[in-house]
């Protein structure tokens, strides 16, 4: 088979792919012949120039890319996604639902100078950035729209193990996002889903310079990763492309590294 046809007839969603990991994963599937629809939320000059490149991707490799400027957390943006989408999507079709949405609160458990971490600011950025992975997989499914042999990818980061300045809104979901992985692993498997998250290495992305004192994370993971550089979002892409692929059918409720070996320091 021709490997830049593999995916031919084929979907990904993306939830949150206007950017970064998303993104380069759009480009990296679209490469391969599968077509995508894509969720993110961009203002009107940032969308436009969106527009025009997702425009020449998806002629650059002759599939189709569905841009959708809506609110992926709430229940009438997905309504809007699902009877503009099952329309033109075929039923069993959805090979890939991958959640790259980087939307939660960047404050402190304790500050006496600045706003500190709510109850609320928790449960909003842990529905964001976890458990709205287990709607969009009930609701795909609901519409019959998964293909037999289908993946689910999130994923996560090095904060959800270790401290990060401002980081525990988001940590809090990333390591509830892992625990959910694993019992989607188990309970979605019957009906052909394979369930895994991807912890990439410090990245420079656009979620990572509003952490506070990105500068810091970065340096500290050029110095620690064995190979030399830090994580693109290309590295990312080629093993989301990875996991879609034939040969991964028995990767299920996995947490994989692609960091270069970064973690082991």
């Known amino acids: 088979m021709d490997v830049n046809l593999q995916f031919k007839g084929l979907w990904a969603v993306v939830l949150g792919g206007s950017s970064g990991f998303g ?3 759009v480009q ?19 969308e436009k120039v969106l527009l025009n490149t997702l425009s020449t991707i ?7 890319i569905l841009p959708y400027n809506i609110n992926a957390l709430d229940q009438s943006g997905r309504d809007i996604f699902i009877e503009k989408f099952s329309s033109i999507a075929q039923s069993g079709s959805v090979k890939l639902l991958m959640h790259s949405i980087a939307r939660g609160n960047l404050k402190p458990l304790a500050a006496l100078n600045t706003s500190e ?4 600011d928790i449960q909003l950025t842990s529905y ?25 990818i999130g994923l996560t980061s090095e904060g959800a193990h270790k401290y990060w300045d401002s980081y525990a809104a988001i940590a809090i979901a990333k390591a509830s996002l892992e625990s959910l992985a694993k019992y989607m692993a188990v309970e979605f498997s019957p009906v052909g889903l394979k369930t895994n998250i991807i912890q990439a290495g410090v990245t ?3 979620a990572l310079k509003m952490i506070p004192g990105s500068e810091k994370l970065i340096e500290n993971g050029i110095k ?4 030399g550089r830090m994580t693109k979002p290309k590295d990312v892409a080629n093993v989301v492309y990875l996991l879609c692929t034939d040969e991964a059918f028995w990767i299920n409720g996995s ?6 070996g970064e973690h082991c320091k």
């Open 255 to 260: 947490l994989i590294h692609v960091d270069g």
């Open 58 to 64: 998806a002629a650059q490799n002759n599939v189709q």
């Open 28 to 46: 990296k599937l679209a490469s391969h012949g599968m077509n995508i629809a894509l969720l993110y939320r961009e203002m009107s000059g940032a």
């Open 128 to 152: 964001a950035m976890a458990n709205s992975l287990l709607d969009w997989t009930r609701l795909l499914l609901k519409h019959k729209l998964f293909h037999t042999d289908s993946r689910i």
């Open 23 to 25: 993104f380069a994963s």
């Open 204 to 206: 420079e992305t656009p």
């Open 117 to 120: 971490l709510s109850a609320e």
């Open 224 to 227: 620690r990763n064995p190979m």
